[in-house]
């Protein structure tokens, strides 16, 4: 099917028809998507800092923490806006609008966006330092998790809202007991034909954790100059390669993936990612001019949730984004051990120095720099095996 803007174009310009139809290969469209994002973020980069730096929006730095982070204080936040601009419009302008996979990974992505933004500026303008509750937070985001786990369950299953809306009818009617396809099955990665039934509940439940945890992961990542925003950057990329082969017969059937239709459309929405994330990049590179606040943090980590359950690479995903998942384990290790031991020796214990875990090291004598080089160092070798997955079976 045409992208609707080809189809405008190719009825505006008919004498251009053939370059035109260039325009409907999805590879083009994800370059042409990478390209509009940066260019979008490095055009009004500049004016997006001076608006929040005009409203005040300044990141507030706790006074317990890293001393050499207090010159930071004044640097606007919230500057995740800026990315999610980049990704909404290009994204909007090259993907197939009639691709239901894509919309869902809009709404979590900007749905997420929202509520780091409210908690944002609660933050930074209201002056709470807690900003929105972590109860309500998290029912927020397990709302919004919970809607997309239940549609992906039987949209990843089906071809078309027609099917999944019959196969949802059956599922209730039967009692909640009807089987999903094996294209719904967890997948092991490495191994030819390891797979798991999770069963309509299992998939729901399993695709909360994803795309809830991910989103908590990353925005814990968020703490030093560029240190989320190339991981995510990576990750999304290597996503979109795995959008691409499930998406496509001949791929998925040679590498031995389930078949999804609509699933390669994803790549274009990776591509914009992508691309706005380096253009964000720019400005937030060490010292950073702006950050991304948990507007962009919350909505990037909730985007490569949903992707990663739409293209059944959920184990994948945590490989590729060990970083995030280390420092989330991190936070939730320090905060559980600290209760035990106050609870049962009356004064609180901690395994790491601070957490999440950059900080960590930097309590060690890392430099910034060398932290968050050396972060993207890791994620660019956990990538690599996570592709490697794609041959390796």
Known sequence: MLLSLSQYLMALYPEHLGFLRVIQYLTFRSVLAALTALLIGLAFGPWVIRRLAAMK????IREYGVQAHLGKRNTPTMGGVLVLIGIGVSTILWFDWSNRFVWVV???????GAIGWVDDWRKVVRKDPEGMRSREKFFWQSLIGLVAALYLAFSVAETSNVRVLELFLRWVGSGFSTALPPRADLLVPFFKSVSYPLGVLGFIVLSWFVIVGASNAVNFTDGLDGLAIMPVVLVGSA?????????????????LFPHIPGAGELLVFCAAMAGAGLAFLWFNANPAQVFMGDVGALALGGALGTIAVITRQEIVLGIMGGVFVAEALSVMIQVAWFKYTRRRYGQGRRIFLMAPLHHHFEKKGWSETQV???FWIVTMLLCLIGLASLKLR
Not at 106 to 112: A, E, H, R, S
Not at 239 to 255: C, E, I, K, N, P
């Open 57 to 60: 929006i300044g990141q507030p």
């Open 372 to 374: 968050v080089v050396r």
């Open 239 to 255: 996503l979109g390669v795995f959008a691409y082969v499930v998406g496509r017969a001949d791929y998925s059937r040679y590498l």
């Open 106 to 112: 809009m709404l979590v992505t900007f749905g997420f």
